[in-house]
């Protein structure tokens, strides 16, 4: 997740936050084979769209990491030092084999990752608005003799443990979208969500993804909610299917999403994408020209696998907690 802001100069009490979420497919220059992935496979449109004093946030975790234990390519950077991404130049997990996160002791699931969220509770007029949860794979076989997925016609369905509310919960998807054997789906979790407590610990499990070389697989929690302490908001999500690949770059156009009459205004912005390898650059994210970055995600190496939060990388472990002050 990448967002960019400008300071508000005046009192102005209007903002707009544009949440573009969606499945970017795709990597940088040359990572993959153009017959791997189609150039358009759903274009972008709202799924969800509300004006609030509120936020909209995002949030999520990676189901698969490299092996420490089997082999990838020869001549590669320890699976830790990979991980920690701060090795130049930046490796990729082409070269590794990748296996399942399995971290929540719950035999039940084949795959698991957790994140930790903590939402302004306590403020005047919190509540959750609507919440869409998002999740991505491949469910063929990769390199290095890796597995292909359980059972990929289940591609269609994910776990979701949300805080508050025992027990794992299995979410069927309204969209599914496939370019061969790599996929993004999408459910409306906002009754499951609603239910719980809001902050606390978020489980996503059984991802359907293959394990080996280049494989991937990951989830995301966009949430909308009301807040009185914050400012008026023009909140929309966007999703869609897309591949951005070497000289097929992709664009789109978005709209729907309000700004003040006059003065200064802010806006935010966030995506989910896949295979956004850090070692394949340059790529680049625009909006009406303007290239997007901040502190975890540089202008030319937009889809770079970080896991962040206004510039702030997530590491497993880590409490997100909405930022306070963001305008
Ligand atoms: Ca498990
Ligand atoms: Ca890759
Ligand atoms: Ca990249």
């Known amino acids: 997740m990448v967002s960019k802001e400008r300071r508000r100069l005046f009192n102005w009490r209007t903002g707009a936050v544009l949440f573009a979420s969606a499945t970017v497919l795709g990597t940088g220059l040359g990572a993959m084979t153009a017959s791997s992935v189609q150039a358009q496979v759903r274009s972008y449109t709202p799924r969800f769209k509300v004006q609030a004093r509120g936020r909209t946030t995002i949030f999520g975790n990676a189901v698969t990491t490299c092996s420490t234990t089997i082999a990838g390519s020869s001549g590669q950077p320890s699976c830790d030092t990979a991980r920690n991404a701060t090795v130049t130049p930046a490796t990729a997990n082409n070269f590794y084999f990748m296996e399942y996160v399995d971290i929540d002791g719950d035999g039940s699931t084949f795959n698991s990752s957790s994140s930790t969220y903590t939402f302004p509770t306590a403020h005047a007029g919190f509540n959750i608005i609507w919440a869409g949860l998002y999740w991505t794979g491949d469910t063929s076989a990769g390199g290095f003799s890796g597995s292909a997925a359980p059972n990929a016609a ?174």
Do not use: C, H
Not at 181 to 200: C, H, I, M
């Open 154 to 327: 289940l591609r269609n369905r994910m776990s979701l443990k949300v805080p508050g509310v025992a027990g794992y919960q299995t979410i069927t998807a309204s969209q599914v979208d496939t370019s061969g054997n790599r996929y993004s789906a999408f459910a409306d979790v906002t009754t499951l969500v609603k239910q719980g407590s809001g902050t606390g610990e978020y489980f996503g499990a059984n991802i359907q993804t293959g394990t080996g070389g280049d494989r991937y697989g990951g989830w995301v929690l966009i949430v909308a909610y009301a807040d009185d302490t914050e400012v008026m908001r023009s909140m929309t999500i966007f999703d869609g299917y897309q591949a951005i690949n070497s000289g097929s770059p992709q664009s789109f156009t978005i709209s729907g999403f309000l700004t003040p009459e006059s003065g200064p205004f802010e806006a935010a912005m966030g995506a989910f994408s896949s295979e956004g390898d850090v070692f394949y650059q340059p790529d680049q994210f625009l909006i009406n020209g303007q290239v997007v970055s901040d502190a975890t995600n540089p202008s030319n190496n937009f889809f770079n696998s970080s896991n962040s939060l206004y510039g702030q990388g997530i590491t497993t472990g880590t409490t997100i907690t909405t930022p306070g002050g963001r305008r």
